[in-house]
């Protein structure tokens, strides 16, 4: 088969699946994923990724609709249009059009899958890579009781979780860590804010050091750097940023002005593998440590993020779970398992490296089209 043959068509699917338990964070509370599959074609093979647009916009701008529009409308005319089939080719071309950096790293993780499973090896093996394990972590939501939210840490530690991120918001924060620090002495630790404070909040926040935090992550908005610097000259513990994360050049200047000491790489908010790479291989050369980011993903999507968590410098737990810890039933077997040491086994296998269950795929779909040249 000719490795270098265009890509003959592209399916968009979207999707809408449970959660085994809802999802709050100071967004709001969420009981089902909503989210686009991207397939690429070409030949026999066919590479998978995952578009992580929400439904609302309240974690970005982007919405599952919105995505669905710039990919059907751009994206995917540029593929067509262009021949081009290789993924650092479509992150280049694609960055003529701006933003909507969800819809073109959904694209962008289906052609890096096909690319692996055209060379016949895994995309851990592709981007470099040697790790074959990588380490596992739990985001656990907002609950409506602190006793509730203290049985699910209980629960996620028995299950080997090695890092517990809890979602604050105010009047859900300086206390809430209390309880848990009484209870938890001394287990890994982080909250996650997703920008719901303002400098006003200087004091509460101030008042999380002290209780031993690897992180806190994101207290102001997206587009706050300044006010992420002034809260870090006064914070003992580490800031991490994720929704201003946005770009290589955002975290340069991040790390220039010192907003935080650590950052969370999200493939989809950044755009994709490519952009990805680069703000890993930036902190990396600044020993600024990172770790990935989730967002609820299905196995298509969080198998990707596996294979990405392998590069050298994500040196920090992740938020990557396992199957069961989202899902009934996920899109992917095997499904995302924790080792006993707390630990994602990555697979050798092509590409994702494990097999897509199309039958699931079609249980879920609300929406399927598909485009050809
Ligand atoms: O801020 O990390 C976040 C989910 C949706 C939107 C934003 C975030 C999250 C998570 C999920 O924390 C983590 C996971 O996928 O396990
Ligand atoms: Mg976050």
Not at 18 to 32: A, I, L, Q
Not at 117 to 146: A, C, H, T, W
Not at 173 to 180: G, L, P, R, S, Y
Not at 183 to 199: C, M
């Amino acid at each position: 088969m000719n490795n270098n043959k265009a890509i003959e068509r592209i399916e968009l699917i979207q999707f809408e699946i449970p959660y085994v338990h809802f999802f709050e964070t100071s967004f709001g509370r969420e009981y089902k994923k909503t989210g686009i599959l991207v397939k690429v074609l070409s030949g026999d093979l066919c590479g998978y990724g995952e578009v992580v647009a929400e439904k609302y916009p309240l974690y970005s701008y982007e919405t599952t609709s919105t995505a669905w529009v710039v990919l059907e409308d751009f994206l995917i005319p540029l593929v067509f249009q262009s021949g081009l089939s290789e993924p650092e080719e479509f992150y280049k071309s694609a960055q003529a059009y701006l933003g909507h950096p969800m819809a073109k790293a959904g694209l962008e993780l289906a052609l890096w899958d096909l690319k692996a499973k055209r060379r016949d090896m895994p995309l851990y093996e592709l981007y470099g890579s040697e790790r074959r394990e990588v380490l596992s972590g739990v985001s656990v939501g907002i609950q409506d009781s602190v006793s509730e939210l203290l049985d699910r840490i209980a629960a996620f530690l028995d299950e080997g979780y090695p890092r517990i991120k809890i979602k604050i918001k105010p009047e859900w924060d300086v206390a809430i860590c209390a309880e848990i620090r009484k209870v938890f002495p001394d287990i890994r630790l982080q909250v996650d804010a997703n920008a719901a404070y303002t400098l006003a909040d200087k004091e509460i926040l101030l008042g999380l050091d002290e209780f031993g935090l690897e992180m806190v992550e994101q207290p102001f908005s997206g587009d706050n750097l300044w006010d992420h610097h002034l809260l870090q000259q006064e914070l003992k513990t580490a800031l991490c940023l994720d929704e201003s994360a946005k770009s290589e050049a955002l975290v340069r200047q991040a790390l220039e002005i010192e907003s935080c000491r650590i950052i969370n790489i999200k493939v989809g908010r950044v755009g994709g593998i490519c952009e990805s790479k680069k703000i890993h291989d930036l902190c990396r050369q600044q020993s600024i440590p990172v770790w990935c980011g989730g967002m609820l993903e299905t196995g298509i999507g969080r198998m990707h993020n596996i294979h990405l968590a392998t590069l050298p410098n994500f040196t920090l737990p992740n938020d990557l779970s396992a199957s069961r810890r989202y899902f009934a039933e996920d899109l992917i077997v095997p499904e995302v398992e924790i080792t006993d040491r707390g630990m994602l086994t990555v697979p050798e296998g092509p590409g994702l490296g494990v097999s897509i269950r199309e039958d699931r795929i079609r249980e879920v779909t609300v929406q399927q089209k598909s485009y050809s040249d």
